[in-house]
């Protein structure tokens, strides 16, 4: 714990950095007289906001001190590693063996060498995993890379799927279920908790388990993890869907609009966020004169022509169009 006294000198401190900081404000340029100096966010300098002169440049470069003008330069003269990673069972920090037989100046090695080489990549192969559980957490983290990859997902948003499968790890939520449901729940999970919009359907298309199963699994982590997620907007669907329409800009503005006309009255409350916007694509290409067929819309969508035709009755009476 904290003595009195030490938290009476941070107090002490904290409270002189303050007034450092409103008499530096308070300060005014000496060159122009009419400027305020103030303090840069990124290199920590003190400058006037009138005239740009700098007062103080007191900052540390924590940058290399080499420069680079291009990625190959970057690469050639840095010399550190990547950056640690969550999509990695072992986050990046191992070494690899280079695919290439090559040496260090970029000749071609000798065939006994090259024999010596592939011995040491195979070694390096199985060392990497010490127990059958890192071999699971990596086929996981595999399997989740390979989907985001199919599915187009930044690479942040994998970051965070992965996150989330190291916890539903460690509380042992993994047990009595299939490796593949849990890594495919937690990229659902972590898309939406991003805010990519990819729909249950979407993901079950590249996964090996099926739909009732991600969604079963899904619940189960997010409500065993504490995850808050925010029900998922339909308008965040409208550009993808339209895009892959070919319809224009026009479109997508008198979706959103039917959307969110149709929201306020309450329509939304109990709907497929996918269905809904389909709905609201296929009703806003009929009035812009750009018709497409529930059909396409459908198959865009993943969802049935039911869910459309329904949908699109609701909206336009609500709308007060007659169709």
């Known amino acids: 714990m904290t003595s009195p006294a030490r938290q009476r000198q941070r107090d002490l401190e904290s409270t002189e950095s303050t007034e450092q900081d409103q008499s530096t404000h308070e300060r005014a340029c000496e060159e122009c007289e009419s400027g305020t100096l103030v303090k840069s966010q990124d290199q920590g300098e003190l400058v006037c906001d009138e005239c740009g002169l700098i007062v103080e440049g007191s900052n540390i470069d924590r940058g290399p001190e080499w420069r680079a003008f291009n990625h190959s330069e970057r690469q050639n003269k840095s010399r550190v590693g990547a950056p640690t990673t969550q999509t990695m069972h072992d986050k990046g920090l191992t070494t690899s ?38 071999r699971n957490l990596q086929f996981a983290l595999s ?38 449901g849990v890594a495919t729940s937690t990229l659902y999970a972590a898309c939406r908790m991003e805010g990519i919009p990819r729909s249950l359907e979407e993901v079950a298309t590249v996964s090996r388990v099926e739909r009732k199963e991600i969604g079963r699994t899904y619940r189960y982590v997010a409500q065993e993890l504490g995850l808050e997620m925010a029900p998922v907007d339909p308008k965040k669907y409208v550009p993808r869907f339209c895009s892959d329409l070919e319809l224009s800009e026009e479109v997508t503005a008198k979706a959103n609009e039917i959307i969110d006309t149709t929201t306020e ?7 497929s966020p996918t269905g809904y916007a389909a709905a609201a694509i296929y009703a806003a290409s009929l009035l812009c004169n750009e018709k497409k067929t529930q059909r396409e819309v459908a198959d865009v969508a993943q969802v049935t022509e039911v869910t459309i035709r329904n949908r699109y009755q609701e909206q336009i009476e609500a709308m007060g169009i007659h169709g």
């Open 97 to 134: 063996i280079d695919w290439k037989n090559q040496d260090a100046y970029g000749r071609s090695i000798s065939s006994d060498k090259r024999s010596q080489m592939r011995r040491l990549r195979k070694w390096q192969e199985r060392i990497r995993t010490k127990d059958a559980g890192e």
């Open 143 to 180: 399997e989740i890379d390979r989907m985001a990859s199919s599915l187009a997902i930044p690479r942040s948003v994998r970051e965070v799927a992965c996150v989330i499968y190291r916890r539903a790890l460690d509380e042992d939520l993994i047990r009595g279920r299939s490796i593949e």
């Open 265 to 271: 009255k309450g329509l939304l409350s109990g709907k």
